[in-house]
């Protein structure tokens, strides 16, 4: 620790390292905090040069997260080998909830104006309730830290800790008033011009910033974590399981097809990628998966619409279930949810309904499918002998309860064998039809 703090104030102290600009890494914690955020923030101050960067930037833009995730941050940050300035900016943004600490644990903490932080009441953290002696470890943890992280910042940590047990929050001019940030700037480059010369304490000993002529270099994501980073979307994860169901049911249903099942194999497998990095519930996964069968078995019993209703039930209360979290970005949002729902239900519905029309369809195949056959008489039939009729291309025997001349209109009443019962059509009957 002593021979890294050594090498951070040595290089801090010169402008430029062999004749090259300073770069000043822009690292952004945007959207709600979870594994994913974690991973690239600890990848990205993992990578910083010492000799290159004399400070790191933090844009911060967040509702909140994961306590877990939260804490990988701030260890990340603690750890940094160079100074981090979190600025919670552009105008319009926030650092709420894990956002806080985030900030609290920051070297410089600075705001564009327009933007508030606060409210790190540990429910909106956790997204567990797990009973009043749980919720109240949970705020004096929160609570705790938040007074640490303060305190070795030399920031108010009484407001800090008013931001967890009473969930407070304060606007960027009020958070410079109270001494909870350093600096207000609009913009990042403003920023690095205010904090030029300035100093700040990093370990045990006090440096200068210098941040002359020093260029901002974005640190984007990679492709992984852009990936993890979609597929951990409450929603998408959830509509990436239905698929995955869907997939491999219509191919249990047609073996053989193959696309369903590799499309539903593939499906189901981001989606438990995307599930791992959120706190979802295994009994909101099994209910889906009852829910589904038991609309599939909708289409093979008839059950009078039972098996629909609760079908439905566990669907909508499976995908209520999903997620542990209380914090809306950690939920599956009802403008996703009820379509998926209806659309299912309605899938199945057709499916039921055209299943009970084809049992009510008439036959069009075999000896059923002759009956209402229409045809005409080739020879003359009398009662107690057969004659040939041709009927549905083909020439067949046949017998009459009365009467038929050769070239008359005949209808098939029913198969006995291989011969055919019918009855002459005649009139308007024949004209009707």
Known sequence: MFVRILLA?????????????????????????????????????????????????????????????????????????????????????????????????????????????????????????????????????????????????????????????????????????????????????????????????????????????????????????????????PNVAYLLLLLGFYGLFFELANPGSIFPGVLGGLCLILAFVGLQTLPFRYGGVLLILLGLVLLVLEVKITSFGLLTVGGVVCLVLGSLMLFKSSAAYYRVSWSVLVPAVAGTVAFFAFAVGKGLAAQKARRLGGQEGLVGERGEAVEPLEPGRAGRVFVHGEYWNARCAESVDAGTPVEVVRVEGLTLVVRPVRGTEDKGR
């Open 9 to 233: 104030l040595i290089v801090l102290s010169l402008p430029a390292v062999a004749g090259r600009a300073a770069v000043v890494p822009l690292v952004e914690v945007e959207g709600p905090i979870g594994p994913v955020a974690a991973e690239y923030v600890e990848d990205a101050l993992a990578r910083v040069d010492p000799v290159r960067s004399p400070a790191v930037v933090l844009r911060i833009d967040t509702p909140g997260g994961l306590d877990a995730s939260m804490r990988r941050i701030v260890r990340a940050v603690l750890r940094s080998p160079v100074p981090v300035v979190a600025w919670v900016g552009p105008a319009g943004a926030r650092a709420a909830s894990a956002g806080l600490f985030i900030v609290a644990a920051a070297h410089v903490a600075a705001m564009a104006p327009g933007t508030n932080l606060g409210a790190a009441h540990p429910v909106a953290i956790g997204g567990g309730d797990g009973g009043e002696t749980l919720a109240r470890k949970a705020e004096e943890d929160a609570a705790a830290y938040l007074r640490s992280l303060a305190r070795q910042r030399g920031r108010d940590p009484q407001w800090f800790e008013e931001a967890v047990r009473e969930s407070r929050s304060l606007a960027a001019e009020e958070a410079l008033d109270r001494g909870v940030v350093d600096v207000l700037a609009p913009s990042v480059d403003a920023l690095l011009a205010d904090l030029d010369g300035r100093r700040v304490r990093f370990g045990t000993a006090e440096i200068e910033l210098r941040l002359t002529g020093a260029r901002v270099e974005p640190v984007p994501m990679g492709l992984r974590h852009r990936i993890l980073r979609v597929l951990s979307d």
